[in-house]
C-alpha cells in the first residue's frame, strides 16, 4: 500500500485531490478538523477506487498535537499535499488582530508547525513529496487581501527553503499557485469565468506536476504569466492601483 496524506481534507481542492490519487491507485489518509462530517466523502471514494481510505482529527492551530499526529501512523506517507487555508476578512484583519493572527496561524505558522515534522521523516528515511498549495496572492502584497497575502508569501518562502535543504535527500517539494478557484472559500466572489479553475481541473494538475517532480505549478496556468505582469509594475504605479 502507498498513503498519501491529504492536510485540510474538507477543503474542495483537496476532496477532488484525494478522488485524483485515488483514481491513480494511491491509498488515503485524510486528515481534517470534524474528520467525522469526512466519512461519507471517504466512503464514496473507497466504493468508486477500491482503495482504502482513512480519515483522522487535526486542527492546524493546535501545534502541540502536531508530533502525535504524524506519530500515529503505522505506514508513514509516501507523501503529503497540504491544502489547509482561511481567507478570512481583510477589512477586519485590519482592525481585529484576532482575525489577522487566525489568518497568518492557518495559512503559515500551523503548516510550518505540522509541515517541519513531516519533514524531518522524510528527510531521515531519504524518500517522499510534500506539496503546499499556497496562493497567487503571496506574489505580491494588495489592499484587498495583504493579510492573506503576506501568509501566502511567508509559506512560498518556506517551501522554497524546503524544497532546497530536503533536494539532498531526494524528497521533492512542490508549491502550488492557485488563481482563482470555485471552492466554497470563494462562494461569495463575483469570480471572472475564463481565469477561474474548477478544483477538478486543480487536483489533476496537481497529480501530473507531482508525478513530474515539478518544483512551481501555477493553475491555471495563465497565472504564471499574469503574476509576472504584476510582480513588475513599478511601485510608484502599483500604489495608487486598485487590482
Ligand atoms: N479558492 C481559491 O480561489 C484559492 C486560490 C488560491 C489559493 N487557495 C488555497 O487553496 C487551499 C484550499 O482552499 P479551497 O479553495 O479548497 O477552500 P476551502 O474549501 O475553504 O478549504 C480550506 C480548508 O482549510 C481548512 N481549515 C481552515 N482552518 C483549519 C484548521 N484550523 N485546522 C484544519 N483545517 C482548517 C478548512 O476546514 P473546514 O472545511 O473545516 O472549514 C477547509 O477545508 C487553501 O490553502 C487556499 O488558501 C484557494
Known amino acids: 500500500m502507498s498513503y498519501i496524506l491529504i492536510i485540510g481534507a474538507r477543503s474542495d481542492i483537496a476532496k477532488a485531490t484525494a478522488r485524483e490519487y485515488a483514481k491513480h491507485g494511491y491509498d488515503l489518509y485524510l486528515a481534517a478538523r ?49 491544502a489547509v487555508g482561511y481567507l478570512g476578512e481583510q ?16 495559512n503559515y505558522t500551523g503548516v ?32 484587498s487581501n495583504y493579510i492573506y497575502g503576506s501568509a501566502k508569501a511567508a509559506l512560498t518562502a518556506y517551501l522554497s527553503g524546503l524544497r532546497n535543504r530536503l533536494y539532498a535527500s531526494q524528497v521533492h517539494v512542490m508549491t502550488v499557485k492557485p488563481g482563482f478557484v470555485a471552492t466554497k472559500m470563494t462562494k461569495d466572489m463575483d469570480l471572472p469565468e475564463k481565469l477561474t479553475a474548477q478544483p477538478r481541473e486543480v487536483a489533476e494538475a496537481i497529480y501530473k506536476a507531482q508525478q513530474k517532480n515539478k518544483s512551481i505549478l501555477y493553475t491555471k496556468w495563465m497565472w504564471r504569466w499574469i503574476m509576472l505582469i504584476i510582480r513588475n509594475i513599478p511601485e510608484w504605479k502599483f500604489k495608487g492601483m486598485s487590482i
Open 34 to 82: 470534524n474528520a467525522n462530517e469526512l466519512e461519507e466523502f471517504a466512503n464514496d471514494v473507497m466504493v468508486r477506487s477500491q482503495r482504502v481510505v482513512k480519515t483522522i482529527e487535526l486542527d492546524i492551530l493546535n501545534y502541540d498535537s502536531h508530533p502525535s499526529f504524524y506519530e500515529q501512523f503505522e505506514e508513514s506517507p509516501l507523501g503529503v499535499i497540504c
Open 91 to 106: 477589512s477586519k484583519s485590519q482592525t481585529d488582530f484576532n482575525e489577522a493572527k487566525q489568518i497568518i496561524n492557518t
Open 112 to 143: 510550518v508547525s505540522l509541515l517541519n515534522n513531516i519533514a524531518n521523516d522524510f528527510e531521515k528515511r531519504k524518500s517522499g513529496f510534500i506539496v503546499g498549495i499556497s496562493s497567487v496572492a503571496g506574489d505580491r502584497g494588495r489592499k
